[in-house]
């Protein structure tokens, strides 16, 4: 089963982000094992080396940067992705979701790619939702089921 983490800068403050990023994750739970690691905000320096630890933490993970100008990417190529990932032997993904200011250079350039849902910029908040809703609504495709919700 694939182990995926989603390292987001910043902590869930409102109670609906964390009830949609739950719902998700409950969802998820049958598909894949999936953990949400949350860096504090800081100046972007100490974001940098706090998902920089996160990832170390992690050993051999395939990173994943969430960018605007990152390659789009659709459902079924998310989907695409996470399969190719599993049957090539990656067994854990990392999602990296920066902070209002972005993230450093040497973030960038940990990532073996970056992706994007597109040329609109998203509050990082709610980046973690849709990360979250895509990663599951890919698993679905992936296992020839319905996604109704």
């Known amino acids: ?15 609906f982000w964390k009830d949609a990023c739950a719902e998700y994750l409950k969802r998820l739970g049958g598909y894949a094992k999936v953990a949400v690691r949350e860096v504090p905000d800081s100046s972007l320096e100490r974001e940098a080396d706090a998902v920089l630890t996160a ?8 990173v994943v940067l969430l960018a605007i100008n990152g ?25 990296v979701i920066g902070g209002s200011d972005g993230v450093a250079t040497s973030v960038s350039a940990r990532a073996h790619e ?36």
């Open 1 to 15: 089963m694939l182990h995926i983490d989603v390292i987001a800068v910043g902590k869930l403050k409102e109670r």
């Open 55 to 62: 990832l170390d933490s992690m050993g051999a993970a395939h």
């Open 71 to 95: 390659k789009p990417t659709s459902s079924e190529q998310l989907a695409a992705k996470l399969d190719t990932w599993a049957l090539s032997g990656v067994s854990r993904v990392a999602f």
């Open 114 to 149: 970056a992706l994007s849902f597109g040329p609109i910029t998203l509050p990082h908040n709610l980046a973690r939702v849709v990360l979250l809703e895509q990663i599951y609504r890919a698993c679905k495709i992936n296992k020839g089921e319905p996604y109704h919700k």
